[in-house]
């Protein structure tokens, strides 16, 4: 059996939606428990086995993945995934929306691990602006801790890939790009177009 650490609707993230399709998909082939920190979720999946992330310690798996986006309803996936290594799906080679979801002392932390003393640095110009609109903010992605923590790392396009192996050069990284599905159904590049 395969865990999955993942926001499923009603959370307000896009990456909901996207595992919802994908575990619809993959328990055709493999049986998958899912948990989630919003137990609202369970009505997404009815009948299957889903459970509030912190229930994952009652349980043994040796296959879990984690779908890991950019902001604080991912912050639970992002602990779990430093506790028990797995497959990490980046939705955004970027955790800097995350970390500040939580305070400006975590988002501090993570530079200076990333980078050592000059992240403090650069955290501290950072944070005298205005962060959402500097360019500098987005060049430093802070995914490092949580990569070097996991067996795997899945990104959707070349540049996520390096973005993550210039933080972590030697994550095994593995690019699966997104399928564009509208209304559960996928669709040729021709109509994505129109």
């Given at each position: 059996?395969?865990?999955?650490?993942?926001?499923?609707?009603?959370?307000?993230?896009?990456?909901?939606?996207?595992?919802?399709?994908?575990?619809?998909?993959?328990?055709?082939?493999?049986?998958?428990?899912?948990?989630?920190?919003?137990?609202?979720?369970?009505?997404?999946?009815?009948?299957?086995?889903?459970?509030?992330?912190?229930?994952?310690?009652?349980?043994?798996?040796?296959?879990?993945?984690?779908?890991?986006g950019n902001?604080?309803?991912?912050?639970?996936?992002?602990?779990?995934?430093?506790?028990?290594?797995?497959?990490?799906?980046?939705?955004?080679?970027?955790?800097?929306?995350?970390?500040?979801?939580?305070?400006?002392?975590?988002?501090?932390?993570?530079?200076v691990f990333?980078?050592?003393?000059?992240?403090?640095?650069?955290?501290?110009?950072?944070?005298?602006?205005?962060?959402?609109?500097?360019?500098?903010?987005?060049?430093?992605?802070?995914?490092?801790?949580?990569?070097?923590?996991?067996?795997?790392?899945?990104?959707?396009?070349?540049?996520?890939e390096a973005?993550?192996?210039?933080?972590?050069?030697?994550?095994?990284?593995?690019?699966?790009?997104?399928?564009?599905?509208?209304?559960?159904?996928?669709?040729?590049?021709?109509?994505?177009?129109?």
């Amino acid at each position: 059996m395969i865990a999955c650490l993942t926001p499923l609707p009603p959370s307000p993230t896009a990456v909901a939606d996207y595992s919802l399709d994908l575990l619809t998909r993959l328990r055709q082939r493999r049986e998958v428990a899912v948990f989630v920190e919003d137990l609202r979720s369970r009505e997404a999946l009815p009948g299957w086995p889903v459970f509030g992330y912190q229930e994952i310690g009652k349980h043994h798996f040796t296959d879990i993945f984690y779908q890991l986006g950019n902001n604080k309803l991912h912050r639970f996936a992002y602990d779990e995934a430093l506790r028990r290594p797995g497959v990490l799906v980046l939705h955004d080679a970027l955790l800097q929306h995350l970390l500040l979801g939580e305070s400006w002392d975590a988002w501090e932390r993570e530079f200076v691990f990333t980078y050592g003393e000059r992240g403090r640095e650069i955290a501290a110009t950072l944070r005298d602006g205005v962060p959402g609109s500097q360019e500098g903010f987005f060049r430093y992605p802070l995914v490092k801790r949580v990569v070097d923590a996991s067996r795997i790392i899945v990104v959707t396009n070349r540049g996520a890939e390096a973005r993550v192996r210039r933080e972590s050069p030697q994550a095994d990284v593995r690019v699966i790009p997104l399928p564009f599905v509208r209304h559960g159904r996928e669709v040729t590049r021709e109509q994505a177009r129109q």
